[in-house]
């Protein structure tokens, strides 16, 4: 069973940034697409991020294209999510996903994950 660690969340004014990282156990990480998700309280899981096993290709929500950067470090068996000029409704928990499939595409589905990481808060004030 694979281990999603995120880290790096915070509070932080709006325009400001932050760097979250996703850590996974395990030695195949380099075989996955990884995700991003956030969920806002009252609100349902929404998707942020995604990037495929050789980090090649990403997608983007368009609530969040042009102020995020999803990479990843496979010799480190970690991902990160770099948001940028951040607005108040970025508030949310968000959490660290690995496809379900190994070799699969990205995708936008949370169906398509498989493996959750237990979220790290962020907080924008106004």
């Known amino acids: 069973q694979v281990q999603l660690v995120e880290s790096g969340g915070g509070l932080v004014q709006a325009g400001g940034s932050l760097r979250l990282s996703c850590a996974s156990s395990?030695?195949?990480?380099?075989?996955?697409?990884m995700g991003w998700f956030r969920q806002a309280p009252g609100k349902e899981r929404e998707f942020v991020t995604s990037i495929s096993w050789g980090g090649r290709s990403t997608y983007y929500a368009d609530s969040v294209k042009g102020r995020c950067t999803i990479s990843r470090d496979n010799a480190k068996n970690t991902v990160y999510l770099q948001m940028n000029s951040l607005k108040p409704e970025d508030t949310a928990v968000y959490y660290c996903a690995r496809a379900a499939i190994s070799f699969a595409s990205p995708r936008r589905s949370a169906d398509d994950f498989g493996s959750w990481g237990q979220g790290t808060q962020v907080t924008v004030s106004s």
């Open positions: 395990g030695r195949t990480f380099s075989n996955y697409a």
